[in-house]
């Protein structure tokens, strides 16, 4: 079974075994209730299907998310509470429903965006941002710029993968760049964010791996419909 294992493969196995020591050594020295590691566990599998661009990733995206939905609220995150838990659950449930019935291996058929939904998609998430922007602060949420910016392109996300347009996994390194920043500001006042900083960090690899999975896949399935 080892022999049909890549580089790549051995390589995140070893890291996400890493990340999920480093996550529990961090909990235990914080003392941080279970239910709020949980998720995190979950994502490093999550994470290692992510960088396959498996289908099977948006089935327990979706069951963790609820755990995520919790977790947030208690770091007063009510954005990435609220994302979590109203969209981003159904939504990769409906992400992996659709990715079934269009599998291509453990993956699905993958789509390319035209220059007129790029520029429709940039001109919703502006003024989705701006009304973020004026409504958080009145129910007196914390780091709402970061917040804000980083849930509003999650959401993008979860719509390009459910279509399974590859743009997606450019929109996930950029939103990886965005959380790790958040937490990294996040630690100061709140330490024992830390495990989430840790994870976010893994999670960075292992989306940058999808990225280029992703067009690799691309490639080979536009090449695969002209023979």
């Excluded at 948006?58 to 838990?85: K, M, T």
């Excluded at 009304?131 to 509003?152: H, Q, R």
Aim: one cysteine or more; glycine letters at 4%.
């Amino acid at each position: 079974m080892a022999k049909n294992l890549s580089k790549k493969d051995i390589f995140i196995f070893i890291l996400m075994l890493c990340t999920g020591v480093l996550i529990t050594v961090t909990g235990i020295y914080y003392q941080q209730k279970i239910l709020l590691i949980l998720p995190l566990y979950v994502s490093l599998i999550i994470g290692m299907l992510q960088s396959k661009v498996n289908r099977y990733s948006c089935l327990l995206g979706s069951i963790n998310s609820l755990f995520y939905g919790v977790a947030y609220f208690y770091y007063n995150l009510y954005a990435s509470a609220l994302s979590a838990v109203c969209f981003s659950c159904p939504i990769q449930m409906i992400t992996f429903i659709r990715w079934n019935k269009n599998k291509r291996g453990n993956s699905t058929k993958l789509n390319k965006l035209t220059l007129k939904q790029i520029l429709l998609i940039l001109a919703g998430y502006v003024v989705a941002l701006i009304l973020m922007w004026k409504i958080l602060p009145i129910i007196g949420a914390e780091y709402v710029f970061l917040d804000s910016v980083s849930n509003l392109l999650g959401i993008v996300i979860y719509f390009l993968t459910m279509f399974a347009f590859i743009e997606y996994t450019f929109c996930m390194i950029i939103n990886g760049i965005i959380t790790i920043v958040l937490y990294s500001t996040m630690l100061q006042a709140t330490p024992d964010i830390s495990t989430h900083l840790i994870f976010a960090v893994y999670s960075f690899v292992c989306i940058t791996f999808s990225f280029f999975e992703a067009r690799k896949l691309y490639k080979s399935q536009q090449e695969s419909e002209l023979l």
